[in-house]
Every structure is written in C-alpha cells, then in structure tokens.
C-alpha cells in the first residue's frame, strides 16, 4: 500500500528557506503513470496546488508561486522535496505530498486525468518574524 | 480557474440527504468529451481524501452514498444518507494546470 510521509523543520524564519521532503513506500517516485506533487493549507483555510514534479525531473509549479519554489526527487531515496525562499508569515501552513496522474495535452490544455489519490498526513511548517 | 463552493456550511441529521455545489468561473469540459472534476472529503485532523473523480466516478472504496453530478461549470456533490463519519470539509478540484480547489463546504451533524 502506498504510503507518502512528509518531513520538515517546524519552524522557519522570514525570509529564510522553508524546505520540505516526503518520503515514499509501498511504491516508487520512478513509476512512469505518476507525478509527484505539493499542497498546502494554511490554518484554518483552503487548500493551494503548489507544484508536482515527474521522475525525470519535468516540473510545474504555480504561477503565484514559481519565482520562489523548486521542487526535486531522489530516485535513489525513493523521496521529492519542496523548496520555499524568501518565507513570509503568509507561508505558514501544513504541507501534504500527494500522488497524481501524469499531465496529458488534450488541444493544447494541461490536464490530469487521474487526480491526487494518495496524500501524506502533513507537516506543519511556521514563519516566524 | 476559479472554483466557488455553496454552502460555506451544512448542518445534517444523521440518516437525512446532504447535497453542495461547486462552480467554475468557465466550462471544464475538454475536447476529448471528459471533465475532470474531482470532490474531497478532508476529515478533522486528517489529510483530504478522494471521493469522486471526473464528476461522478466513485474511488475505490467509496461508499455508494456519495454521488457526483454536473456538467461544464455546475457540479453537486450528494450524500444520500449523512452518516456521522461524513463529517469534514468538502473541496473540489478542477485537472487544468494549474489546479484550483474550491474554498470548501463544512458539514457538521446536528
């Protein structure tokens, strides 16, 4: 059974980089069917698509936030990992990793025909000033 | 995108019939005659959890009490007999890049 675990370091300072990393088993970050993709919540609101990222390293991100995220995998470790700069109090939230399908062009359109199906229970990261 | 979810919250009586909207600012209907529609139940303290998919496809172990409908821009979501386990917030979420969710629907039971 898939299971995706999210580690992280709690606390972060504004300004600094918040870097986030989930670790993936009972199945493999090297599957060719899925991406691999961030979410976040901060407390008490909604839920931000963030960014996903393929085994071979093809990435999308947000459009409000790709001047500042990164995101990367580790086939060998069998993990993905979130990169946040210049942090503000704004970018406190619980971080979940999630599974989905692999974007497809349907005219021209980016599309997941399959949506996020497994998630990490998250890791709460804070800002602080 | 953008996804608009009513009610903001929902008080039910157990065993009663539950339904909530989720709307697109434009139709999500794609060339290929798909919608890639997805609804979630997030349970308190828990990670969200996948419920339907391309508007009205159960996931696996979905009970059959949830059922999905809609077409282009106008979804519903329908529990047919609210159970105290459906208690949560309910999102949607739309396939384009770049996804959106919906703000969400609290259901509590009364």
């Known amino acids: 059974q898939l299971q995706l675990q999210e580690s992280g370091p709690g606390l972060v300072k504004a300004s600094e980089t918040l870097s986030v990393t989930c670790s993936v088993s009972?199945?493999?970050?090297?599957?060719?069917?899925?991406?691999w993709g961030w979410i976040r919540q901060p407390p008490g609101k909604g839920l931000e698509w963030i960014g996903s990222?393929?085994?071979?390293?093809?990435?999308y991100y947000s459009p409000s936030l790709k001047s500042r995220v990164s995101i990367s995998v580790d086939t060998a470790k069998n993990q993905f990992s979130l990169r946040l700069n210049s942090v503000t109090a704004a970018d406190t939230a619980v971080y979940y990793c999630?599974?989905?399908?692999?974007?497809?062009?349907?005219?021209?359109?980016?599309?997941?025909?399959?949506?996020?199906?497994?998630w990490g229970q998250g890791a709460l990261v804070s800002v602080s000033s | 995108v953008v996804l608009t979810q009513t009610p903001l919250s929902l008080s039910v009586t157990p065993g009663q019939p539950a339904s909530m909207s989720c709307k697109s600012d434009?139709?999500?209907?794609?060339?290929?005659?798909?919608?890639?529609l997805s609804w979630y139940l997030q349970k308190p303290g828990q990670s969200p959890q996948l419920l339907i998919f391309e508007v009205s496809s159960r996931f696996s172990g979905v009970p059959q009490r949830f059922s999905g409908s809609g077409s282009e821009t106008d979804f519903t979501l329908e529990i047919s007999r609210v159970e105290a386990e459906d208690v949560g917030v309910y999102y949607c979420l739309q396939g384009v890049l770049p996804f959106t969710f919906g703000p969400g629907t609290k259901v509590d039971i009364k």
């Open positions: 999630a599974r989905h399908g692999t974007p497809i062009s349907i005219s021209g359109v980016i599309i997941i025909d399959w949506p996020f199906d497994s």
């Open positions: 990222i393929y085994q071979g390293g093809n990435t």
């Open positions: 434009q139709s999500l209907l794609q060339t290929n005659g798909k919608t890639y």
């Open positions: 009972g199945g493999s970050v090297n599957s060719i069917s899925y991406y």
